[in-house]
């Protein structure tokens, strides 16, 4: 039996302190719960293993799992020591491990020294996610980061002299009266460090952080739309002509350094959370840790096996928060949302052969008025959003929503 692609994700919701946008299940000034929150996790994973096993031998889903992905994200993964890093993915090897993993860390620049990451490299990490957001020190300050602009770059240089070669930059824009010329020089920034993947994200002004209730106190402009649709075109533009290949609506990569952790998700294949609100997508369930970090290494200590019922319906949801069986409607739903985010869109013959149904009778509707507007290109391989849609990404996605959906697909 060829062994089932899996791929880890390992949330640790511990910052310095909470950016103004963020609404992310973080926390600042819980730094003195991490050792108990690594002894937490390490037990989660042995556990998640014993079910596997456990689960596979008494159900349809004989799988044998090999990891080919891990993600340490958050919060701030780089608060943790080089030591505790490689303590954890030791314990992800519970697991079996494929030959030649991608295993990634997020790390704040304002966090980080040069002996850090040569530490992590040797550790196993092989790809750095950095949390750079802005060359603009103003836009920095704006959204609560705790580094500076050259602190960015600094970080950048310091990951390459340790032998990084796969570094992906976060950035944001349209933020409350950001110009295009600030955008455009920050773009420029990040290119001169020749990263190997950017990830380009437009502010979501979300309820409860400071940010959005500045906006809304009257504070800060309204981020304006049709700016941010501009900027979005001016990266494509940009980009492009620099090499980069624009994999998925908000990622560019240099050909093959696309995130095959994210590309998980994109193609909704098996990946497991791990971690206070940690989700995951695992023997056709979705599922998510509790979020409370407290309340995580309590329930987690008080654990000796999960419960064989928890992925039944009305089960002991064990350290959970909640369980969802996905049901056909609904995974075929997630497959189309997630896989239109991806240029190569979807493939019809692969949706048939994961789903046995065609996917144009099943969305004929939904696919032909997309067309229409304009908003999807359509052909006898598949379809795929038009540069139109990329713009309204979310109008597009809507329509393949199964009734009484809560929309998570879209988040």
Sequence with gaps: MNPVALSLYLHFPFCLSK????????????????????????????????????????????????????????????????????????????????????????????????????????????????????????CLKLLGRIHSANEAREAFLCARKAGFDNINMDLIYALPGQTMPCWQNTLEEALRLHPEHLSLYSLTLEEGTPLAGWVKAGLLPLPDGDLAADMYLLAEEILDREGYSHYEISNWAVPGKE??????????????????G?????????????????????KLSALERLPPSFLEVGGEKSHLDFVEGADVEREMS??????????????????????????????????EELVELGLLDADEKGIRLSGRGKLLGNEVFMRFLPPNSTGSALS
């Excluded at 991806?342 to 065609?358: K, W």
């Design 334 to 367: 997630d497959t189309v949302i997630m896989g239109l985010r991806l240029q190569e869109g979807i493939d019809l013959a692969s949706f048939a052969g994961r789903f046995q149904r065609e996917l144009l009778p099943a969305y004929r509707q939904e696919i």
């Design 278 to 298: 940690a989700h995951s997508f695992l023997f056709g369930h979705r599922f998510a840790g509790v979020s409370s970090p407290q309340e995580y290494v309590e």
């Design 19 to 138: 950016c103004s946008y963020c609404n992310f299940n973080s926390y600042a000034g819980m730094e003195r719960l991490i050792p108990d929150y690594l002894g937490a996790m390490e037990k989660e994973i042995l556990l998640w293993k014993m079910f596997a096993r456990e689960y596979s031998s008494q159900s349809s889903f004989h799988e044998e799992f090999q990891v080919e992905t891990v993600y340490f994200g958050g919060g701030t993964p780089s608060l943790l020591q080089p030591e505790q890093i490689a303590y954890v993915i030791e314990r992800c090897r519970a697991f079996p491990f494929a030959v030649a993993p991608e295993i990634t860390l997020e790390a704040n620049p304002g966090t980080v020294q040069e002996k850090f990451f040569a530490r992590i490299r040797r550790a196993g990490v092989n790809r750095l996610s950095l949390g750079a957001q802005s060359f603009n020190d103003g």
């Design 259 to 276: 995130c095959r952790h994210n590309l998980a998700y994109w193609k909704n294949t098996s990946y497991l959370g791990v971690g206070a």
